[in-house]
């Protein structure tokens, strides 16, 4: 089912598996360190994980929160002696596919049928990239939190679009490199506009048209 491997042949499917261990990790679990010798790549089966930097200073960039279906230190197994950031589990019950860096490579050597999956994976991850440092750097903060929220599943309650938030606000904040108290002021601010309705981790968008535009002020509203 990952997308990564959908394409793979049922004989190296098979030899993937036989890289493989899942194991469970609470909330708050370290999953690697940055600096760590690389021991595996994942994919996130149930809940999440938080991939981020620390600064010399002790701040925190975050780089990726990834949910269930996502892999993640692809690039780190295939090219790299130690992991580059660091990951921990953010939700209780997460568990992960562990794939093997050692038996991975050998397998990746043996057979490049494999070559493809992983272009593809990593070509997945590069284009994320550039897009998130083009939001980092252009985007203005009220940008990036739209942009964010719009792209998160959403159902129908009482005719308006709900979204629950995948992660905590502070959390949050810190995905899209702003202050949590900055968050806060801009989702105060929309719900007195009307824009959208705030209640703990949900979200109602009453004003669809509006909050469209906020997440791409160019476009016509």
């Known amino acids: 089912q990952l997308p990564a491997f959908r394409s793979l042949p049922p004989d190296l499917l098979q030899q993937v598996a036989g890289c493989c261990r ?17 021991q595996a790549f994942f994919a996130v089966l149930q809940g999440s ?10 701040h925190e960039q975050v780089l990726h ?8 230190a692809e690039a780190a197994v295939l090219s790299m002696q130690r992991y580059p950031a660091s990951a921990v589990a953010i939700e209780p019950d ?5 794939v093997g860096a050692e038996p991975f490579r050998v397998l990746f050597r043996s057979d490049d049928r494999l070559a493809g999956a992983m272009v593809s994976s990593l070509s997945h991850w590069l284009l994320g990239l550039v897009e998130r440092i083009e939001e980092l750097s252009v985007a203005s903060a009220g940008e990036r939190l739209a942009r964010f929220l719009v792209r998160q599943p959403s159902r129908r309650v009482d005719g308006h679009a ?5 992660m905590a606000k502070k959390e949050l904040a810190a995905h ?13 601010r929309w719900q007195d506009a009307e824009v959208v309705r705030s209640e703990g ?21």
Request: net charge neutral; hydrophobic share 45%.
């Open 201 to 221: 981790r949900s979200l109602t968008v009453l004003d669809e048209r509006l909050f469209a535009a906020l997440a791409d002020p160019g476009a016509e509203a």
């Open 94 to 98: 997460t568990r992960l596919l562990a």
């Open 176 to 188: 899209l490199a702003i202050a949590p108290e900055t968050l806060s002021r801009i989702l105060r």
């Open 162 to 166: 709900r979204i629950e938030l995948p």
């Open 22 to 38: 899942t194991r469970s990790y609470p909330s708050g679990e370290t999953v690697f360190l940055e600096g760590e010798p690389v």
């Open 65 to 72: 929160h990834l949910r269930a279906g996502q892999t993640f």
């Open 49 to 58: 994980v938080k991939v981020f930097k620390l600064s010399p200073d002790g």
